[in-house]
């Protein structure tokens, strides 16, 4: 949480500062309707705050007495430059890594604050909120090419991910997000998550796999 560092898959620390991080909700459409969601025509866009960041392989310690808690696996992106009302070159210039995240979810909150009409603050933001694995440079990782992450639950496949399955692809997305407020560097975005999300329990386990460059073991406690 506090005093949550960037770090490389290598284990190198990346001397960037943990700025906010962006979500974007109902960014694949099969999710979206799991959750018997409308699709947006525009990105859902949230924030959680540096506190929520913690470091993934660290134990998920589930917050008592606040329902059920979702997991939601989704790409993460490193940004190293600002970038307002950015040009696609310039966030393609801005990516500096890709990794995976946790998007917990207090999941019976949220509904209470949806049937309100409140904001989500209180279900997406908490302290942990966001586990957060190590990046992959940029440079290693094709943008064109389909990126695909995937979360297995004591060793059963749970989420399959891929960038090409996004309602809005990883840099119009960054783009759009960039014409409502600055991205500065250290700033990580959730870029959505896929089907398959549920409710963790104490004593799973989690894997975390990025196409074939990242794998990361968590459990829940």
């Known amino acids: 949480m506090h005093g949550y560092q960037h770090f490389w898959h290598t284990g190198n620390p990346i001397e960037l500062p943990l700025g906010k991080i962006v979500c974007v909700g109902r960014n694949y459409a099969a999710h979206a309707r799991e959750l018997d969601n409308p699709v947006p025509d525009t990105p859902l866009l949230f924030m959680k705050p540096a506190t929520a960041a913690k470091v993934m392989e660290e134990p998920i310690r589930l917050p008592q007495g606040r329902g059920e808690v979702h997991f939601e696996t989704e ?48 279900a997406k933001a908490f302290d942990g909120a966001c586990p957060l694995s190590p990046f992959v440079p940029a440079k290693a990782i094709h943008l064109d090419e389909a990126i695909t992450f995937a979360l297995d639950i004591d060793d059963h496949r749970q989420q399959n991910g891929s960038s090409w399955d996004m309602l809005l692809p990883i840099v119009p997305l960054i783009a759009h997000i960039s014409e409502h407020f600055t991205l500065t560097p250290g700033d990580v975005i959730l870029t959505g998550t896929p089907e398959g999300v549920g409710a963790l329990v104490p004593g799973q386990k989690l894997s975390l796999q990025l196409n074939e460059q990242l794998l990361i073991e968590t459990r829940v406690i």
């Open 75 to 122: 790409l993460a992106i490193l940004i190293d430059k600002p970038l307002t009302d950015a040009y696609e070159d310039e966030v393609r210039e801005a990516i500096i890594g890709y990794g995976l995240a946790l998007d917990l979810t207090l999941r019976d909150v949220q509904s209470q604050l949806k049937a309100d009409g409140h904001p989500w603050e209180r």
